[in-house]
């Protein structure tokens, strides 16, 4: 039998990645009704009609559907894949250059930019879920790859939806080190541990022999350069932090380069307009190089990859993003981390591990506290709560700053913030 696999946000100029994971693995993911739900349906028409012709020369002969309707998107889809972007790269825009004028980071995932997207996100992916929940198949699940991934994803569980957090990192950390080896990816087993966006590599394992401690000792140089962290921070670890971690380790370097440089958001809006032009050409059949400057390597293989899993119910191994479930020591049952598990038809199940060292258990237990918090302030569109986790969040801290910060990031983003600015009765 079939499987229908609905996209959120289908326009985007990932789904291409999205589509050739699915063809590389027709062999394991039979879908027979791939459907591209999104609200910008120009976008939706250019890039559905690169995705039509590279599911029609991989001889794919089932049904693609492009659809603004959401109830006819969801309905009886075994698989739900969420990336959307609520507000698009004009709110990222604002996550990147609102929390500067403060003196903290701007970043669209960590620190106040973070905590803005969340704000615009989890309310969406959370109904998107529940009308999952009431029209998908039966046992549907839910996959979201919307960041903050790992924050949604607490939402998500916290509310007892069939749902499972993916991100890139890990997988691109496998790439990486296989490339570095030089060896085949699926030799190449990674000890990931922490949260989305604050994860380290304690273990590489090429065939089942770490070689960390070779990598720390002789490639420690490429390792630092690519991270942008020193490397005797590194050594200091005995892991391989994640980009995302030289936000909070290297803050006030970070600050003071963003002053002066070019946003990311402007950036991806030059790619993505680069990306739609290509996409209109009727002769281009498969995803064009320049899909790689726009992020989310390998995403397309990490999706396919737990989508497969979960359908056949291989045990395959896979970092998700997922409840603890004792999986990580001193870190409770039911907060979301983001680590190695074992997939099934039932879910994933987390891999144990030893205890985290308390540099990263401090920063991983602080970073959580925030997360529950802000999910809080998102479900609720409560200012003192929602001033209680940007005050949690390690990227600000300081009432001081937080009080005005709030107040320029919930204006900033009125419009997508029903919670915080309900409209008064009788107006349209």
């Avoid at 069939?162 to 000890?191: H, K, M, S, T, Y």
């Avoid at 409770?332 to 144990?352: F, M, T, Y």
């Amino acid at each position: 039998m079939g499987v229908k696999v609905a996209v959120v946000g289908g326009g985007s100029t990932y789904t291409p990645e999205l589509v050739e994971g699915f063809v590389t693995r027709a062999n394991r993911v039979p879908l027979d009704d791939l459907v591209l739900l999104d609200v910008d349906a120009e976008r939706l028409e250019v890039v559905g009609g690169l995705a039509g012709r590279m599911l029609a020369k991989a001889g794919y002969d089932g049904s693609l559907t492009l659809t603004g309707d959401r109830d006819r998107a969801l309905e009886g889809a075994d698989f739900v894949v969420v990336q959307l972007r609520v507000g698009g790269q004009a709110a990222r825009y604002l996550d990147e250059t609102i929390p500067p004028r403060f003196g903290c980071i701007g970043q669209e995932t960590t620190g106040p930019g973070g905590f803005a997207k969340a704000l615009r996100t989890v309310p969406v992916v959370l109904e998107l879920a529940e009308e999952t929940a009431k029209r998908g198949a039966p046992g549907a699940w839910f996959v979201d790859f919307t960041n903050p991934t790992g924050l949604v994803t607490q939402a998500l569980l916290d509310e007892g939806h069939r749902a499972l957090g993916l991100c890139n990192v890990a997988i691109g950390f496998q790439r990486r080190f296989a490339e570095v080896f030089d060896v085949e990816p699926e030799r190449v087993e990674l000890e990931h541990v922490g949260l989305n966006h604050l994860s380290w590599e304690r273990a590489v394992r090429v065939d089942g022999v770490d070689r960390l401690p070779e990598i720390l000792s002789t490639r420690i140089d490429l390792v630092a350069d690519e991270r942008e962290m020193p490397a005797e921070l590194i050594r200091a670890l005995g892991a391989i932090p994640s980009y995302y971690l030289h936000y909070y380790y290297l803050t006030d370097e970070v600050i003071e380069r963003q002053r002066t440089e070019r946003t990311r958001a402007e950036e991806v809006m030059d790619i993505e307009a680069g990306l739609l032009e290509l996409y209109r050409d009727p002769d281009l059949a498969e995803k064009p190089e320049l899909l790689e400057r726009r992020g989310g390597a390998f995403y397309s293989e990490a999706a396919a990859q737990l989508i497969a899993s979960l359908h056949e119910g291989t045990g395959d191994l896979q970092v998700v993003d997922v409840r603890n479930d004792g999986a990580i020591p001193d870190l409770p049952d039911d907060a979301v981390v983001e680590i190695l598990a074992r997939i099934d038809r039932e879910g994933a199940h987390p891999i144990p591990i030893a205890p985290l060292a308390l540099e990263m258990l401090g920063l991983v237990e602080h970073v959580k506290a925030y997360e529950r918090l802000a999910v809080e302030a998102a479900t609720t569109g409560d200012r003192t709560i929602a001033l209680k986790a940007l005050m949690t969040n390690p990227l600000v801290r300081d009432y001081r700053t937080a009080v005005p910060l709030l107040d320029a990031l919930l204006e900033g983003n009125r419009r997508h913030l029903p919670r915080f600015f309900p409209r008064s009765p009788g107006l349209p």
